[in-house]
Nanobody, 123 residues
Framework: QVQLVESGGGVVQAGDSLRLSCVAS????????MGWFRQAPGKEREFVAA????????YYADSVKGRFTISRDNAKNTIYLQVNSLKPEDTAVYYC????????????????WGQGTRVTVSS
């Protein structure tokens, strides 16, 4: 059973940065295809960033490209999301997830989810 725990969210001002972390337990972390999603109040969960199988390629939503960076540390069973130049529209609960298969950008492809970490950006 895979368990995911996110951390690093907070209340920040526009233009600030945060580093979100997601620690995984259970299974073999180095083989996971993982991603980050977010869900703003009243909106559907949306894709933010993900690794390809094998972790050699990173994909980003257009809305975060150039500002967010996904990375991983297999020795620590952890993936990160560095979020820079935050905007009020980035306010959301951020989730990490493990993808057994399917498209990296579809939430339906992910089988395991963390509880989320909240990011609030004030203008």
């Amino acid at each position: 059973q895979v368990q995911l725990v996110e951390s690093g969210g907070g209340v920040v001002q526009a233009g600030d940065s945060l580093r979100l972390s997601c620690v995984a337990s259970g299974g073999t972390f180095s083989t996971y295809a993982m991603g980050w999603f977010r869900q703003a109040p009243g909106k559907e969960r949306e894709f933010v960033a993900a690794f390809s199988w094998g972790g050699f390629t990173a994909y980003y939503a257009d809305s975060v490209k150039g500002r967010f960076t996904i990375s991983r540390d297999n020795a620590k069973n952890t993936i990160y999301l560095q979020v820079n130049s935050l905007k009020p529209e980035d306010t959301a609960v951020y989730y990490c997830a493990v993808r057994p298969g399917g498209s990296y950008y579809s939430a339906r492809s992910y089988g395991y989810w963390g509880q989320g970490t909240r990011v609030t950006v004030s203008s």
